[in-house]
């Protein structure tokens, strides 16, 4: 799931991955690869603070959507950090 695309609003996109992480893709701010990977919500919004103090836009609606979404994105991170995703 997406929660910011690049656009006239945001200059980074974001999105929940279904292998549990909350990435940040071609982050302009990364020092490897051009995406960086969170295993929480709150690493997540830090980094996105980041980006704004650096002077990116990030959008209000993309902070409002992973706050709401926090407890049920970070519950998935723990599952397949666990390893249960894993079980068929
Ligand atoms: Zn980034």
Known sequence: M???RFSETSDVYVLATF???LQCCGCQISESAGSEHFDST???LEHLGEHALG???VSDDCLSRLS???QNNDDYIA???AGLGLSQ
């Open 2 to 4: 997406s929660y910011a």
């Open 19 to 21: 292998s549990g992480s």
């Open 42 to 44: 709150a690493k997540m």
């Open 55 to 57: 002077g990116d836009r």
């Open 68 to 70: 709401r979404d926090r």
């Open 79 to 81: 599952e397949q950090a």
